[in-house]
């Protein structure tokens, strides 16, 4: 009975699991931190470092394309396990593998084989060959995505309680930013530890980006929402209770870390793919205040918007594929090959990351039209 009265807040929760289907201000969310990553990378690659530090390219790489966006990716990964129609540990430990492949077929698309055809045009081994090995197998957001699925799948087959689950995350991540960035003066080791935790070579040529003990706090948190979100009678309420908050706490320390350059917003890349506890845990919340703000305008945003950003969502692990492999092509490849260089003014490279974004959408529509006739075909 004291359980029921404490789930009930002020009527907004339900003991059952009254708020299930779509949720509109997750495919929003998940649409917009897609939308944007073509114009972020676009950026990263074609602006030199020292023009990272300032104005729109800032703007773009260490706050949009920083807490603002792969934090969200994995927050409503951990919301959509929770809202899985099958959700079992075999369904998420084989989506799991299936991720970790694309991974690394993503890495020999958008590096490996656009570097490869580059040394042969150019003859240049040091530019291209020098990091091969590393770029083929380094651990991006997929493969990130791919552990994080395995270890929840081996959560849910050991059925842990949510609250062991929380505390596995935070020890994790409480370990990982106590352990700092760490180089094994091989680079082998390097990349396979960095796997786990936050590794990077003397001349930072080999680094971890998304390692698992640092992030692994945020598709459990993820989870753990989604699991409350099922409660949810009255969504409205709800996001008015938590969303202002976390905005408010979430705003105060970005404005904290921009000022004077700490955690996530110092110098050099580390300081973000090695996130340290504090920064994850306002990147959370930075993740629930933008929820709550899709949800309040969802209501006003136009019926078509709307299926576009649930198509959007549905084919955001294809799009991303894309968009990487347009990068490769396009600018690892062809830039730097017939330019010399892959720079370019801001402007231009925005309106390359936009176009690129919008290819990307136009073949993953395809793609998944393509997967469902195949699918009927079949079932025929």
Not at 97 to 104: K, N, R
Not at 197 to 209: N, P, Q, R
């Amino acid at each position: 009975m004291k359980m029921k009265n404490k789930r009930n807040v002020h009527g907004i929760f339900s003991d059952t699991q009254v708020n299930t289907g779509r949720q509109r201000e997750l495919d929003l969310a998940k649409a917009m931190a897609i939308l944007c990553l073509a114009p972020i990378h676009c950026i990263i690659e074609c602006t030199p470092e020292e023009g990272l530090i300032s104005g729109i390219p800032y703007l773009f790489d260490t706050i949009i394309g920083g807490p603002l966006s792969a934090p969200m990716y994995m927050f409503a990964m951990g919301i959509g396990m929770a809202y899985s129609r099958k959700h079992t540990w075999q369904s998420h430990a084989k989506r799991g593998l299936m991720i970790l492949a694309a991974g690394y077929l993503l890495n020999l698309c958008r590096s490996t084989l656009p570097c490869l055809i580059a040394y042969a045009l150019t003859g240049n081994a040091e530019k291209y060959l020098t990091q091969l090995p590393y770029l083929t197998f380094m651990n991006d957001i997929f493969q990130f995505a791919g552990l994080a699925m395995l270890v929840m799948a081996f959560f849910i087959w050991l059925r842990l309680p949510e609250w062991e689950m929380l505390a596995i995350g935070i020890i994790a991540s409480l370990t990982a930013s106590a352990i700092g960035t760490v180089d094994m003066e091989n680079p082998v080791l390097n990349v396979l530890l960095g796997y786990l935790i936050g590794t990077e070579d003397a001349a930072g040529l080999v680094c971890s980006d998304f390692p698992l003990l640092h992030w692994m706090i945020v598709p459990i948190i993820g989870y753990l929402f989604g699991g409350c979100l099922r409660h949810v009678r009255d969504k409205r309420r709800f996001y008015r209770m938590v969303s202002p908050v976390c905005a408010i706490l979430a705003v105060a320390w970005f404005a904290r870390g921009i000022y004077y350059g700490l955690g996530m917003f110092g110098e050099g890349q580390n300081c973000y793919y090695h996130i340290s506890t504090p920064d994850v845990t306002a990147s959370l919340l930075a993740a629930v205040a933008m929820l709550g703000g899709y949800y309040a305008i969802s209501d006003r945003i136009p019926a078509f918007l709307l299926r576009f950003a649930s198509e959007v969502s549905r084919n955001i692990s294809k799009i991303y594929f894309i968009h990487w492999v347009l990068i490769g092509l396009i600018i690892r490849l062809a830039l730097s090959v017939v330019r010399g260089t892959q720079e370019l003014p801001v402007g231009l490279t925005v309106l390359l990351g936009a176009a690129i974004s919008a290819l990307a959408v136009a073949a993953a529509h395809g793609w998944s039209i393509w997967q469902r006739g195949c699918q009927k075909r079949e079932t025929a």
